[in-house]
């Protein structure tokens, strides 16, 4: 900020409000003081800088992870937390095949023994089609995930190196403005004698 008393005065000049009777006095004036002259190039590389920044809607509605929306109904919840358990799984798996075994002693026969054996062999085919079908599952939805980062680090790469020009093209405007400074004389100083 500058500590000149004309620094409202300023602000109105940069932003073309000040009236045109008063903009010669006001351009005197700047070329006299540094204070005013700094941040009058101060105020032109905010403005040239907002106006490279790129226009972004605003977005309808953020959502939290906590609003109702994303909360799954019990009977997905109960599913979800199912399929998602190996333990659950094995423990199904384990009764089914316990009650395969039990019916199959109740209905056993003496001549049938080979049934009995099948339907044993297709319970345990069950229970590996199903392992194999969550196991893919799992194998899925870690690949969507993977996916989702990689494409999330992306865009956080592209946004870095957009602010990072900005800062490199404020600081190269800073460094240009103030090597001018340094080089004009003081007010009142006649260079060449």
């Known amino acids: 900020m500058?500590?000149?008393?004309?620094?409202?005065?300023?602000?109105?000049?940069?932003?073309?409000?000040?009236?045109?009777?008063?903009?010669?006095?006001?351009?005197?004036?700047?070329?006299a003081c540094?204070?005013?002259?700094?941040?009058?190039?101060?105020?032109?590389?905010?403005?040239?800088?907002?106006?490279?920044?790129?226009?972004?809607?605003?977005?309808?509605?953020?959502?939290?992870?906590?609003?109702?929306?994303?909360?799954?109904?019990?009977?997905?919840?109960?599913?979800?937390?199912?399929?998602?358990?190996?333990?659950?799984?094995?423990?199904?798996?384990?009764?089914?095949?316990?009650?395969?075994?039990?019916?199959?002693?109740?209905?056993r026969q003496p001549a049938t023994a080979p049934a009995e054996v099948r339907t044993i062999i297709q319970t345990a085919d069950v229970s590996k089609q199903i392992t194999d079908a969550v196991t893919r599952a799992v194998a899925q939805v870690h690949a969507e995930d993977a996916q989702l980062f990689a494409a999330s680090e992306i865009r956080h790469r592209d946004e870095h190196r957009a602010l990072m020009d900005a800062v490199n093209v404020l600081q190269d405007r800073q460094n240009a403005s103030t090597v001018m400074a340094e080089n004009t004389p003081p007010p009142g100083v006649v260079v060449g004698q």
């Open 2 to 31: 500058s500590t000149c008393d004309r620094a409202e005065a300023l602000r109105d000049y940069a932003f073309d409000e000040l009236p045109a009777a008063d903009r010669p006095e006001m351009e005197q004036h700047i070329a």
């Open 34 to 107: 540094g204070d005013c002259a700094g941040e009058l190039d101060q105020m032109r590389v905010t403005t040239a800088v907002l106006r490279v920044i790129p226009n972004r809607e605003i977005p309808q509605r953020i959502a939290f992870v906590s609003d109702k929306v994303f909360q799954p109904s019990p009977l997905a919840r109960f599913f979800g937390g199912f399929w998602n358990s190996a333990a659950r799984l094995g423990f199904a798996s384990a009764c089914i095949i316990a009650g395969a075994l039990i019916v199959s002693a109740y209905h």
